[in-house]
Every structure is written in C-alpha cells, then in structure tokens.
C-alpha cells in the first residue's frame, strides 16, 4: 500500500499490516494449575502478533520506519496492567488477565544513504554502499534469524533463543543506537552501536550452602554500550536489505544460499553474588555472544514444477556469565504450581515453560520443502516443514536438552494469506536433566497487507 509523493515514485509512504492467529492445544508440565485450577493440558485461542508499519523514502538518501504494534493476547496472559475489573488489574486483581494489551513501539529508525547501492546519477549498482541509521532498531547481529521477519517464518515462529536478551536489555529484540548497514560485493553486513535498556536485579539471602549465589543474573546498572554485527556471504541472488527484516522462505520465488557469522558484546550485563547474603556486592560479566548460520532457498524441478528447498542452521555460543540461565515459552497463561500434585515438577516451571537461553551452545536446523505447483492450478502452494533443537547449558554440566517440531503451510496467496500447522516438543527438566518432553499443537493463519 504505495503513497506516491512525486510522479517519479522515488519519494513514497508505504504502509504494512500484518497479523498472526494461533489455536493451541498444549500438554502441561507437570504440577500445573491454570487459574488456581490443575490443568494436565489446556485449549487456547491467541493474538500472536499484530503489526503495522510505515516507512517513508522521503528523498532518494533518507528513509524513516514506524512499527507498532501488540504480541501475545490470549485467555489469561497478555493484558495490559491497570485495567482494573475490565482488564489486567495487576497485583491488586488477579482475574481478566487478557483483556486490553499494551500497544507499543517496535521500531522507530531514520536512515541516510552516504553510499548508496545504486548511483543516483548513473543508476548503476555501487560495488559498495553504507547507510547510517539512529533510532529504536532491529539492525541486529549474532545469526540471521536474530532480525527475523515475523511476517515471512517458514515454521509458524522462532526457537527464542535466536533473540538472547528478549524483553530484558532490550525491546521485543531492539535497542536504541546507531548502526551502519550495506553491501561490499557479495557481502551484505550490518553493525550497531547501541545502549541496552537498563534490567537491575537486587541481591538476595540464599540459604547456607545454596548454589543459587554463583549464578549470573541479569543486572546491567554500571550503563555499558554494547556492539553488535552481522554479515552473510551471498552467493546467488542478494537480498534486498531496505528493512532490516530477514525472510524465512522465500515460497520459490528466490534463489539464496548465504553464510553469516555475528556476534553481540556488552561489558558489565550481568552480576554474581560474593557470598550469600542481602548485602551482598556483585561480581560484574560480560554479555559475549556469537553465532555462525547457513540459509539456502533453492528452486528446481523448472518454472512449471516449481519445486523447492528451504533450510537454516545455526550454531550459536553465549555466554553471559557463570551458570546464567532463563526459562521461558511463547504464550504462557496464568499459571502456578498445583498445591496437590505430588510428584517431580519441572525445574523450568509450569504451563510451557522450558529452558531457553543460557551460558553454553545451541544448534538449531529447520528444513522445509516446498511442492509442486502441478498439484493446483492457481496460486495456492503447500510446503511441509522440520525442526531440530540441541541445547546444553553449563548450568546442568552440559547436559543436553532437544526438542523438534512438524509441521506445514499452505499459502493461498504466498505470506499474504497463509494457514499453517505444527506439533512441537519442549523438554521436561528434572534433576537437571531431560526428563521427557511435552508438545503443543498449533493451527495458525496469517494475513499480510
């Protein structure tokens, strides 16, 4: 949706929306109770996301983005606090949990061309182009997938772990900054200068003994800058990188196989303790992250047939200090612990809680192939999808924790109007270690403006 300024078309605003409906079916940990009462599993209707974006090339060197938008309403998650009776009263009510959600900034960028990637005289491709950018941004680096677009995933969502300081230091995956941006040949890359939003975590009296103390936490008081970069070798088609936004299938319509590395880094991000007790002074770590990926979208079989492959893998090592670990899961309700159970809980907690991002490595690989189009005349495509997780985590000495999901789409009109499935585990933490595995059944729809 194209407002054009001039009758070149050089000077527009452009408009996108997009939304995501997800219906779950989810197996509990165990221990489980949903409000108050004990739940073995639980039904779900949900507003997965909701955006709206406008960017505006405003001369052909500056650029401007606006993204808001809401994540994550459901039954009895999602609310905006202070809704009182009507919605999420927060600690003074603790009943309409998921009534009105907070609207709120996702991006807000300008950006300015100091080498373009094309000429503006000659219209000729530059062999290199810088752009320069300030604002609230998802110019990220550490792995492709840490600036996913959430309107083009080829599996229903991400694993969370490719967005390492979600909503702590940072804003659903952005930071304020200044970053750069461009093309060097082949080599698309992008780098930030950014400050991590402030997360303070108080010391606390541990029991005598308790090993609770020597593990980081999320505390950034001393107000370090943080840097972060990315960059992928492209070999086939480039990618077009005006928004910082990276596809997740192309649906056949592209030919891409990439290579990237990134890393992010941030002095002093997260604290131990000294010794156990509530005046205890911190032992302050770096936040050092990095990650290597691999991205192909391969057509074959011809332009009638159109065929093709998808596939990501990345490699990624954090660490943010000793033993830090976070458990977490996409749409928990409002869960709490069933006072009559009586057997092991999960150590990551309860509804679809699961250990998420820690000290340690993570492998992940997802892999989809997209059919034919002989199968229908016309535009309705269908493509079937797998995924495979490997984490280990210093926290449980390395031990290692999976999960993998199935799954598939169809696209009636591309990402424009799409209606996919998928069944995914999460692991069970007992003692440690993988205690089993719980899964969630998930019919989402999306359309895409």
Do not use: C
Request: hydrophobic share 35%; aromatic share 14%; charged share 15%.
């Amino acid at each position: 949706m194209t407002l054009k300024l001039d009758s070149s078309g050089q000077k527009y605003i452009r408009f996108m929306t997009w939304a995501t409906f997800w219906a779950r079916q989810t197996q509990a940990n165990p221990g489980t109770a949903i409000n108050g009462v004990r739940k073995d599993n639980w039904t779900d209707f949900s507003l997965r996301q909701f955006r709206l974006v406008t960017y505006s090339q405003l001369s052909p060197r500056y650029l401007i983005l606006a993204d808001i938008g809401i994540d994550n309403q459901a039954f009895s998650s999602g609310g905006a606090a202070g809704g009182g009776n009507t919605g999420n009263g927060g600690q003074n009510y603790a009943g309409t949990l998921g009534k009105k959600p907070g609207l709120y900034l996702h991006d807000l960028w300008n950006e300015y061309a100091i080498v373009p990637d094309k000429d503006l005289v000659s219209g000729k491709n530059n062999k290199a182009s810088v752009y320069i950018g300030t604002g609230l941004h998802y110019w990220n680096g550490v792995s492709r997938m840490t600036s996913a677009g959430s309107a083009n995933y080829l599996a229903v969502d991400v694993p969370l772990y490719n967005w390492p300081l979600v909503d702590l230091s940072d804003q659903f995956a952005r930071q304020l900054g200044i970053y750069l941006k461009g093309n060097i040949g082949p080599v698309s890359y992008r780098w930030a200068l950014n400050k991590p939003f402030s997360v303070l975590s108080t010391a606390t009296a541990f029991p005598k003994g308790s090993r609770d103390s020597s593990f980081a936490v999320d505390n950034n008081a001393t107000g370090k800058l943080a840097t972060t970069g990315y960059a992928a070798w492209q070999f086939f088609d480039k990618e077009n990188t005006q928004l910082p936004y990276y596809t997740g299938t192309y649906v056949g319509t592209k030919k891409v196989f990439n290579l990237g590395a990134g890393y992010y880094h941030s002095a002093e991000g997260t604290v131990t303790q000294v010794s156990n007790s509530a005046l205890s002074t911190f032992n302050r770590h770096s936040i050092n992250l990095w990650a290597v990926d691999v991205f192909a979208d391969l057509p074959f079989g011809g332009k009638n047939a159109n065929w093709a492959f998808t596939g990501y893998s990345a490699f990624y090592h954090y660490d943010f200090g000793p033993n830090y670990l976070r458990y977490g899961s996409i749409i928990n309700e409002n869960v709490s612990q069933d006072p009559t159970f009586k057997g092991d809980v999960s150590q990551a907690g309860f509804g679809n809680s699961a250990p998420l991002i820690g000290t340690g490595t993570s492998w992940f690989t997802q892999a989809g192939l997209l059919l034919p189009k002989t199968i229908f005349q016309g535009k309705t495509r269908f493509q079937t999808f797998g995924e495979f997780s490997l984490q280990r985590f210093d926290r449980f000495k390395n031990a290692s924790f999976t999960y993998w999901s199935a799954g598939g789409n169809i696209y009636l009109d591309g990402h424009h109007a799409r209606i996919s499935i998928k069944y995914q585990t999460r692991p069970v933490v007992v003692a440690d270690r993988q205690d089993g595995s719980k899964g969630s059944l998930i019919i989402a729809t999306q359309v895409f403006l």
